[in-house]
């Protein structure tokens, strides 16, 4: 399956989504901030795929995915933003001005997170 990175500095979210993940297969990587991300990534961690919240201390996701995705070795990388900003406005913001692949909604089910990620991942 796959290698999939949570960001989230909720750690309730990011074990609920890591076993949610690894129940399906998936290895499952977390980290609690956009630096650790980052940091993650630029030691060599490449994920599939990267479930990032938006609203995070000192620096948000919308950040976060625009460094990724400026980043020519790391461009690649699916992002999901997995968010309780859910207006029109935050998702545009998410695929337009922080280029993520896409924008989901927090509370979110198990069903559509499981759906939702094989659906980013076949893509």
Do not use: F, Q
């Not at 999939?4 to 309730?12: G, L």
């Not at 979210?13 to 990534?41: D, F, R, Y």
């Not at 990267?50 to 980043?71: A, F, Q, T, Y």
């Amino acid at each position: 399956m796959a290698n999939i990175m949570v960001v989230d500095d909720n750690p309730e979210i990011t074990t609920l989504v890591k076993i949610t993940l690894e129940a399906e297969g998936h290895s499952v990587t977390t980290a609690a901030s956009g630096e650790e991300c980052l940091g993650l990534l630029y030691s060599g961690v490449k994920p599939d795929l990267i479930l990032l919240d938006i609203m995070m201390p000192e620096m948000d996701g919308w950040e976060v995915s625009r460094r990724i995705k400026e980043n020519e070795k790391l461009k690649d990388i699916i992002i999901c933003m997995l968010t309780a900003k859910t207006t029109t406005m935050d998702a545009l913001m998410s695929l337009e001005s922080a280029h993520a692949n896409w924008h989901l909604n927090k509370p979110i089910s198990r069903a559509k997170l499981v759906e939702t990620v094989r659906w980013l991942l076949e893509g």
